[in-house]
């Protein structure tokens, strides 16, 4: 059964990407035509969602920097946001209980509360899947976004814990022996090598943190997501996410099957769902007027309230909780997970073009800029580039250190990740940090006397992005990016990259370059 579930989730994930749309659409597509056909939830199928949320958690922990999470814009924005929205969605539930009450079971202010808190997160599996299709989970406005994500993952922890009355076990203490117990886990790590051990390794810490934290009466997720955290700064830890990823998607399908299959909406709900979705737009204003006001840059506030705009899996935690109290009536679980499926498709449609609705609206965006700025803000100065290499990865690092050898040649480096960019800083490296699919980046960059920009990124998409908003700010000399594979080349040809170079081929070319030079050298 779970086997035609996947071939039907794989058939309409591949219709909606031969339209243009998001694949996770189709899998929420496939949910509810399965439920529609007659068929159910099965407990393998619940199996399989929670462990690709758990992997997830595990890989989001792994890329996540702790000292993001003490930055005001962090805390001070997802408490603010969650106090006003619950106060504003509250008033407009309760209001249109009252107007449409021939079609709405009677509904108190608690209940009323609860939707509300419900509807208050944003979805993790969700956020996270887009920002990285996109490439941008190490932005600024990616990172901001993860950090929300989790600040509300500790709230989901606090409800949970005041709704049930469940307190963690007294043996929650013994979990603090995981610090002195690291270093024998970074042992393991390093020792399982870069093969299929590497990502058992992954899941098996994965899921030991989640059963750890269940057997001290504390949310799983939670567990993993910590596990991740202290691993973030081991050396293999972006090779342990990378190692992971496949399988995580995999899983995730099943996470977007599940939605569709809980329950099978009548008219009434569908409409009620429907309302529900246009406090949409209120919710990712709200984002942006509190992030504008901590005194985030306008592209920063946008893109970030864009991606958290949709409704969170959360809510149906909460909707099961509320409906096994007696707080909700049933009906409102089906209402929720329609809306949140909805959300979902809004938020996966919308921010595909999210970088071309910016440079359209952004005069009136950055209306809404505070003059201070954050010192993470303030753009980067290029001095006397003459080369600019995107992309501070390997195949990035390689290409700089080939132009550095070249004599009288100003080389510099450019990448999204703060972290790694301080690291190469550090190693006397001319780099700065920015993101590339930024035009008021290029605006304010001295770029007039670079030569040529090399693109080395693993998404084409985000190649001929960065290639428009140059072009837009009006620079003049040459691009080049990479493909891993033929068909990427004329693609990203026909878009406007000067020159492109399959990784594969190139990779192998210049292996048998060096190979032959020193085969030269050696008979000299």
Not at 162 to 185: C, D
Not at 188 to 198: M, P, Q, R, T
Not at 380 to 409: I, W, Y
Request: overall charge neutral.
């Amino acid at each position: 059964m779970e086997y035609a579930f996947l071939l039907f989730a794989f058939v309409c994930g591949l219709t909606v990407k031969l339209i243009g749309i998001p694949p996770l659409v189709g899998y929420l597509v496939a949910g509810f035509l399965l439920n529609f056909s007659g068929y159910t939830l099965t407990d393998d199928l619940t199996k399989i969602a929670n462990l690709g949320i758990t992997i997830m958690l595990f890989t989001i922990g792994l890329k996540l920097n702790v000292r993001d999470l003490s930055k005001r814009e962090v805390w001070a924005g997802s408490i603010s946001h969650t106090l006003i929205w619950v106060g504003i969605v509250t008033c407009g539930v309760y209001g249109i209980a009252a107007v449409a009450s021939q079609y709405i079971e009677g509904l108190t202010w608690q209940s009323a509360t609860l939707i509300a808190f419900a509807l208050s997160f944003s979805s993790t599996v969700c956020v996270i899947k887009v920002l990285e299709e996109s490439g941008e989970s190490k932005t600024r406005h990616g990172r901001l976004a993860i950090g929300i994500l989790v600040m509300q993952d500790v709230f989901a922890v606090i409800f949970l814990v005041a709704a049930t009355g469940k307190l963690p076990s007294v043996w929650a203490l013994g979990l603090l022996a995981l610090i002195p117990a690291m270093p024998l886990i970074n042992r393991v790590i390093n020792k399982s090598g870069h093969g299929e051990l590497l990502p058992l390794t992954g899941f098996i810490l994965a899921l030991g943190g989640y059963h750890l934290f269940e057997l001290v009466n504390i949310k799983g997720d939670l567990g993993a997501l910590i596990f991740g955290i202290m691993l973030a700064q081991h050396e293999k830890a972006s090779e342990l996410a990378k190692s992971l990823l496949s399988f995580k998607d995999l899983f995730l399908i099943g996470f977007f099957l599940t939605i569709g299959l809980t329950a099978l909406p009548d008219f009434n709900m569908i409409i009620i769902a429907l309302v529900f979705c246009l406090f949409i737009p209120i919710k990712a204003a709200l984002f942006f007027g509190l992030f504008t006001s901590l005194r985030l840059r306008g592209r920063t506030s946008y893109l970030s309230s864009l991606v958290l705009s949709n409704f969170s899996e959360f809510g149906l935690i909460v909707g099961a909780l509320a409906v096994s109290l007696g707080l909700l009536a049933e009906s409102w679980l089906v209402v929720i997970a329609l809306s949140l499926s909805v959300s979902f498709v809004i938020t996966s449609v919308l921010y595909r073009t999210s970088h071309s609705q910016y440079h359209k609206y952004k005069d009136t965006i950055k209306r809404y800029e505070k003059n201070r700025r954050l010192k993470e803000d303030i753009y980067p100065t290029l001095h006397k580039a003459e080369f600019l290499v995107l992309g501070m990865g390997r195949v990035g690092q390689g290409a700089f250190n080939a132009l550095s050898k070249l004599a009288d040649v100003s080389v510099w480096g450019m990448d999204a990740d703060r972290v790694k960019v301080k690291q190469l800083a550090s190693e006397g490296l001319n780099v700065i940090c920015g993101d590339g699919e930024d035009v008021d980046l290029w605006d304010n960059l001295e770029i007039k006397n670079v030569h040529l920009i090399l693109l080395a990124l693993p998404s084409i998409q985000d190649a001929i992005n960065i290639t428009r908003q140059l072009r837009n700010a009006g620079y003049t000399g040459k691009v080049a990016a990479i493909a891993r594979y033929e068909d990427e080349v004329n693609y990203l040809l026909e878009q406007g990259v000067d020159k492109v170079f399959n990784f594969f081929t190139e990779a192998g070319l210049g292996f048998a370059e060096e190979s032959l030079a020193y085969a030269n050298m050696q008979q000299e």
